[in-house]
């Protein structure tokens, strides 16, 4: 079975923080994403990576950036935390495109 | 128009009762489904994907209809262990050709009832 590792489980950080979300997968998948999960709005796709240090906007990037170096890791960059960016986010990894996903088992943040 | 919209629920549905949900897409461009499971403070989980001439797994059928754009769940002999939120899944081309991304609805809350 795929497994995709998000490095924290829980997260509590101060507003203005730098933040990085790690997310590991051992299956040599292409395509990694980042989601993040709120109440009411669902998952909303936050950046995808198709490639070794390609990376593609999603439909919320404003206030985030990635990146992927290795082709197992993706992580998600809070430059400077918000109140508004509390959430769970949720790393996945698919084999390819059109693929289904192997979703970690996320990362509740909760900026204060 | 949201790009994927669904119920959200709750269905509240008796043991062995037959329940179904229905997904609608807004792109026509879309071509891969899925169906997701997703448990109280879990992550999502693949159910199954969704094929053009409709797929079986179990008790569990999926169904597209690229006519009137949208996808169904069908579920028979609901067990409680089905309780969950299902969500539709639709894909979307990305910017760079080749790259897709996938959309998430928001989610039809299930509970089977003893």
């Known amino acids: 079975d795929v497994k995709v590792t998000q490095s924290s489980r829980y997260l509590v950080k101060r507003t203005g923080e730098k933040v990085f979300l790690e997310c590991v997968q051992d299956?040599?998948?292409?395509?990694m994403f980042w989601y993040r999960q709120d109440p009411g709005l669902g998952l909303r796709l936050i950046y995808f990576?198709?490639?070794?240090?390609?990376?593609e906007k999603g439909d919320i990037p404003e206030g985030y950036s990635v990146s992927r170096e290795k082709k197992e890791r993706f992580s998600l960059i809070l430059e400077s935390a918000s109140t508004n960016q509390t959430s769970m986010y949720l790393c996945?990894?698919?084999?390819?495109?059109?693929?289904?996903?192997?979703f970690g088992s996320g990362t509740r943040l909760t900026v204060v | 128009r949201k790009e994927v919209e669904q119920d959200p629920g709750p269905f509240n549905v008796p043991e062995g009762a037959t329940v179904a949900f229905n997904c609608t897409y807004s792109?026509?461009?879309?071509?891969?489904f899925f169906w997701y499971r997703q448990d109280c403070r879990k992550e999502p989980k693949l159910l199954m994907s969704?094929?053009?001439s409709g797929n079986e797994d179990g008790r569990f059928t999926a169904q597209l209809n690229r006519a009137s754009q949208y996808i169904s769940l069908l579920i028979r002999d609901s067990k409680l262990s089905d309780s969950a939120t299902y969500l539709c899944?639709?894909?979307?081309?990305?910017?760079?050709?080749?790259?897709?991304?996938?959309?998430f609805g928001t989610g039809t809350r299930l509970k089977v009832l003893a």
């Open positions: 996945a990894s698919s084999l390819r495109s059109n693929y289904g996903y192997t």
């Open positions: 899944v639709v894909n979307l081309p990305g910017t760079t050709s080749g790259t897709y991304k996938y959309i």
């Open positions: 969704v094929y053009s």
């Open positions: 299956m040599d998948h292409e395509n």
């Open positions: 990576s198709y490639d070794v240090k390609m990376k």
């Open positions: 792109n026509s461009a879309s071509q891969s």
